[in-house]
Each structure stands twice: as C-alpha cells, then as structure tokens.
C-alpha cells in the first residue's frame, strides 16, 4: 500500500521583519532528516520567510518519530500567539479545517501527537528557543508513505496573521503481521483429513524449492562479490604501482627542502596559453564594494555596540594586525580580528573586505564572520569570528614538528591536552578531508579563495579544521608573502603557474594552494620550495619542478598531492574527487594501519 504525497508551504499572509520572530530546526534535526551535519534550517528568520526552507521536501526515515522544531521571539515588545494543528490530506479541502485524523485498521501512522496545540510564546532574557515536538508513528501493519501536514497559526501583538503549512512524507515500514480474520480457537485438536494432508506435502515442496533457489542463489552471489573484490585489489595495485613509477625518488634524499621533477603525464604537457585560462577563470565573490563607508553599511545588520565585547588575550600580532581572544556579553568566546590604533585607512578597509570573504557561507568547515563592530573616531573596526581553541592551523603543526620536551603543544592548548601531542597519518588526512568539504563548499557556490594555506585554517581540541579568509594573514605571517616587483603581497609559493603568471584565479588555482596545503600537512608546515627564490619560483615551475615527498607520507597519498600540480588547470581534479580519493585513502588506512 503506498500513499501518493507532495509537501507544499503555503504562506497566507507576508510576515515583515518587525515580527522579530525565529522558527527553525536544530543541528540535531537537520541532520536526522537531511544528513547534514553541524547546520541549522530557518523556516522564519528575523521575521523573514525562508521561502527556499518551507518549500523544501522532507522525507521521515521509519526509525524516526519525532520532529523538534525550535523558535524564539528576538523583541522585547513583541508576544505572538499560536494555534497548532494537524491537517489529513487525504481529505477534501473543506473538511482540512477539522484538524481531525481518521483511523482504521487499515493505518500505516498513528495519529500524530502533539505537545502543545496552543499557547502563547515571548521573549526570553537568555535568548533561548522553545520547543514545537510532533510525534509520527508507523502502525506497523503496512508498507507505505503518508503525508503529515502541521499547520501553524501565529498572532502578532500588531494584528498581523501569519499561517504555514509545512508537510513532512512520512515513511513507514511493515514490522508485524495484520491478521484480518483471526480464527477461532478450540480445545481439542482437529483429526487430518486427506485435504489437509494434500495441502501439506505441497507445502513442504515449495519449502523446498525456495530453499534451493537460496542456496544456489547465495552461491553465485559470493562468487560475484569475490570476483567484484579481487578485481578492485588487482585495480588499485594496478594504479599505484603505475603512480609510484611515474615518481622515481633519489635514494638517500632530504625530502623536505629538495625538489622534484617527475617526468609525470601531469608535467609532460606545455603550460596553457594565456586566453585557454581566461576561459576557466571563476570571479571571487565580494559585492561590498570598495570604500569603507559602503563596507560598513553593508555590514550594518551584523554589527554589535564595542561594549558587547570584552576583549581577552592577544594570540597573534603583527606590525599593525591583531588578534585576540575575548567574550560577548553573554560570555560566548569570540575571535577577534582588528588592527592597531596606528593602521591607515586601507589596512582598515582590507580588514573588513577580506573578512567578508566568507560572509553568508554555513559551513561546518567554514570560519565565517559572526559579528562586526563598525569603527568610531576612537576605536579601528574589529571583526568577531566563532572562537576555536587550537589556534592557527600551522602554528599547531609546527608546534608538533618542533615538540622535544613534553608539554610544548599542551601549552598551546592548555592542560589536558596530550592527546595532540602526537598526530598520526590518519588524523593528518582526516583534516585534509575536512578542509576538502570545505573547499567543495565553496567551489560548488562559485567563490574562489586565492589565498589557500594551513596558516588560514584553524583547528580546535577535537582536531576539527576550519577554513577562514586571509584577513590579516601577510602581516601576520610576512616570510609566506612576497612582493614580485607589482607592488603586490601574493603567497607566491602555494598559487598556481597561472595564478603566479598571469593573475588568474579559479577553482583550478584553490586545488594547486590545496596541494600545497597537503604537503604542510605531511610535512607539519615546513616551508615549501624553502631553498628556491621568490623570483625564481616561475620558471621552476614552468620548468616541471615540484615539491617532494615528505618523510612518511605514503605513496597513494603523495600521488594525489601530486595530481593537484598539474600544468593544465583543467586536467586536476576537482574538490568533489578529491574529497572521494582522501575518503577512499582515509578508508585504507582504517583497514591496513
């Protein structure tokens, strides 16, 4: 039995923003019915439809039967009423109004249950969110889909009705036998008759049947998936062995400050001509403009007061940059990014550009901006970012490569973090996997990073990674700039031979910096290419040269480092195959290490 569904949101009337009120799913939610992991869903935001949400079809596992929905009022002045209620599709839409569910024995869910059909909700000092909870389950006596509609009704102090319709398709799977007619028992066992016996050995036949049907069925399904697997081994042993002799290394070689040049069929093809990588060039996405006035006015609806924030230790300075460790009034840990009292103008404007950078991208492998305090005649703008307790990215590698005393890197973390203190393979190729989805992210929405690198990463206790913007980064980390006579700081050893000659940015050109991010990652953030000059790097990489292999990295692993070098930006994988060739790596590792 299957029951036809289609989900459909239905906005009565426009809420406007002086609704101040939120309706959303949590984390915990999203990635019960979607999958994806460390992400909230606004159906209302600010007072703001999310058209794209309410829309959105949303399929209930079996497993699942309980949908939490979350929402809060953000005024002070505004309380809002709310009528809730179920709605049977099945039905015509004059009885809809009638909120009521039929069941019979023929049911796939049972009527769904409701927390609070009505109440009132307001605002809450601590900003926390109520809970809206909607229990679905299956009877379990039929297979099927059925179609679930709440119907939300809210009342704004000002007179304003807002009503949604928001429907989830329910799956539901058949766990029991529903007998129809169940028979009649008596006390005395019935005598066989010659029917029933008839009936028998037919039975016992097909039972016998179907039993051989299995075991030769199951037989030629083993041979199957031994044949399926001997030929992927034989594949793989296939390409790395084609890989490492295509990457001949020097016996006795000093890995990290040598380089290569494998007469690879990535580096045997001529660079690109100018005009082919205009073709593949992708803009890098910042509609702020460029004067500090427009910035600021477009940053205006994330803006807080100075006096929100208290700011704590300074973690990293440079000749004008700074970076601190505070707190929001309501004690979140914040980053903060912001410049001396001292800097000009345009440091402040690149401060505020370059942080937007990330601006409007959720990811859980993104640092996106979380708030902004606008500058004033006595204070420089200062940019607040999700908080991360390990740091920079390759500050932490660098701390684990020069670690000889015990408590080295715990002192960058704090007391009770030995567990950082020794990283293996696997956990350097789980970060580049994060760093990867990230990447993937962006590249899938169109924007272009240009700057790359460990040192605009960050990590926290658990060894998560986030990518973060360049804000700040050449005054922060001046040896990894370089200013090749074009009155430019560019991170002239981590981009591309397109991106070094002619200026031209693409996803291609983020997969090279990837590529060298990859090596900082084996090599805990050696310098790369540290013994060849800055001027010199073109022609050395025209020329086929790349890095090397750093010490204990495997070979597979290397090979797709290797494979983010290619001269033509349109034969290196893209963030989509590299996030599936580190996951299938990352998988080997958990059965062979």
């Keep these: ?18 609704c101040s009120i939120d309706l959303y799913l949590a984390e915990d939610q999203v990635e019960k019915l979607f999958g994806i992991a460390d992400a909230e869903m606004y159906y209302i935001r600010n007072g703001i439809i999310n058209e794209n949400a309410v829309n959105f079809v949303a399929h209930v596992q079996p497993e699942h039967t309980d949908l939490t929905y979350l929402w809060k009022v953000t005024n002070k002045a505004i309380t809002v009423a709310y009528d809730l209620d179920i709605l049977d599709v099945q039905k015509s839409p004059a009885q809809l109004n009638t909120g009521s569910v039929e069941m019979n024995k023929h049911s796939i869910l049972y009527p769904p249950k409701l927390e609070s059909k009505s109440g009132t909700i307001r605002y809450s000092e601590d900003l926390q969110p109520q809970t809206l909870k909607v229990s679905l389950v299956c009877t379990g006596e039929r297979e099927g889909n059925v179609t679930v509609t709440m119907k939300l009704k809210l009342v704004m102090d000002s007179g304003t009705d807002l009503v949604v319709n928001i429907k ?46 299995s075991v030769v069925s199951s037989f030629i399904v083993l041979i199957v998936v031994g044949v399926t697997l001997w030929h992927v081994r034989m594949s793989k042993r296939y390409q790395r062995s084609g890989v490492d002799n295509c990457i001949p290394m020097q016996p006795g ?3 990290l400050n040598q380089f290569l040049r494998p007469d690879l069929p990535n580096n045997a093809l001529k660079p690109p001509s100018h005009s ?68 000009t103008e345009e440091q402040k404007r690149l401060l505020l550009f370059e942080s937007s950078l990330l601006r409007g991208m959720h990811h859980r492998n993104l640092l996106s901006m979380k708030h902004v305090v606008l500058q004033d005649d006595s204070t420089p703008p200062m940019v607040l970012f999700h908080f991360m307790e390990g740091g920079n990215l390759k500050h932490y590698l660098q701390g684990l490569k020069l670690k ?135 022609s050395y990489l025209k020329d086929g040269f790349r890095l090397s292999q750093p ?12 494979s983010c070098w290619h001269y033509s930006p349109d034969q290196r994988p893209s963030f989509t195959k590299l996030l599936q060739m580190l996951t299938e790596f990352y998988a080997e590792l958990e059965v062979y290490v």
């Excluded at 039995?1 to 002086?18: E, F, G, T």
């Excluded at 028979?183 to 010659?194: F, G, H, I, K, R």
């Excluded at 030995?418 to 929405?445: F, P």
């Excluded at 074009?486 to 991170?491: A, F, G, I």
């Design 404 to 538: 000889e005393s015990p408590g080295l890197v715990s002192g960058i973390f704090g007391s009770g973090s030995t567990k950082y203190e020794q990283v293996s393979t696997q956990d350097l190729v789980e970060m580049a996997i994060q760093i990867a989805c990230g990447m993937t992210y962006l590249s899938k929405r169109g924007l272009v990073h240009k700057d790359l690198a460990a040192r605009n990463c960050v990590i926290d206790r658990d060894l998560k990674v986030k990518i973060s913007d360049n804000a700040l980064s050449r005054d922060a980390f001046p040896a990894d700039y370089c200013c090749l006579g074009d009155n430019e700081n560019r991170p002239v050893r981590w981009l591309g031979l397109e991106s070094l000659v002619h200026k031209v940015y693409s996803s291609a050109s983020d997969v090279w910096s990837f590529g060298v991010l990859l090596w900082e990652l084996q090599s805990l953030a050696a310098t790369p290419y540290a013994d060849i000059d800055d001027f010199e790097m073109a």
């Design 551 to 562: 010490i204990n990295c495997p070979d597979h692993l290397y090979s797709i480092i290797a």
């Design 168 to 213: 989830r398709l329910k799956k539901c799977l058949k766990t029991h036998s529903f007998v129809e007619d169940k028979p009649v028992l008596t006390d005395q066992p019935s005598e066989p008759n010659d029917q029933d016996l008839n009936l028998g050995g037919t039975q016992q036949s097909t039972s016998a049947f179907y039993i051989s049907v």
């Design 276 to 343: 082919s990588l205009m073709q593949i060039i992708t803009p890098l996405i910042n509609d702020l403009g460029t004067d500090i006035n427009e910035i600021q006015s477009k940053l205006s609806a994330i803006a807080i007061p100075r006096e929100n924030v208290d700011i704590g230790e300074l973690t990293l300075k440079g000749t004008f940059a700074r970076i601190y460790k505070g707190t929001l009034d309501d004690g979140t840990p914040v980053l903060i990014k912001t410049v001396s009292d001292m800097a």
């Design 1 to 18: 039995m299957r029951v036809c569904a289609y989900i459909l949101a239905v906005v009565l009337l426009p809420c406007m923003s002086k």
């Design 253 to 255: 070689a000093q890995h």
